[in-house]
Nanobody, 123 residues
Framework: QEVLVESGGGLVQAGDSLRLSCAASGRSLFNYVMGWFRQAPGKEREFVAAVAWVGGSTDYGDSVKGRFTISRDNAKNTVYLQMNSLKTEDTAVYYC????????????????WGQGTQVTVSS
């Protein structure tokens, strides 16, 4: 089990940028996968992006491709989500999640979860 802590959410206007951070516990993250999910009111939790700690392979949800970029800093055990060209439909609570094993896109397959950070995009 890893403890994950998100930060960086806030209120922005459409077209603005925002960067989220997720810091993990100080354990070895070999074969660890960290991802971002989001959940808006009345909707199911949606996959946003994920990165493999070793190798750096990434995957993105269709709705954010070309706008969001996930990256990691191995020295800090931290993953980032750079969100550009934000839209009102990006408004949601964003959760950092992690698991040991292969990269997957289903929320139910992740076992470590942060507390969530609110991102609100106004028009």
């Amino acid at each position: 089990q890893e403890v994950l802590v998100e930060s960086g959410g806030g209120l922005v206007q459409a077209g603005d940028s925002l960067r989220l951070s997720c810091a993990a516990s100080g354990r070895s993250l070999f074969n660890y996968v960290m991802g971002w999910f989001r959940q808006a009111p009345g909707k199911e939790r949606e996959f946003v992006a994920a990165v493999a700690w070793v190798g750096g392979s990434t995957d993105y949800g269709d709705s954010v491709k070309g706008r969001f970029t996930i990256s990691r800093d191995n020295a800090k055990n931290t993953v980032y989500l750079q969100m550009n060209s934000l839209k009102t439909e990006d408004t949601a609570v964003y959760y950092c999640a992690g698991r040991y094993g292969n990269m997957v896109l289903r929320a139910v397959d992740y076992v470590d979860w942060g507390q969530g950070t609110q991102v609100t995009v106004s028009s």
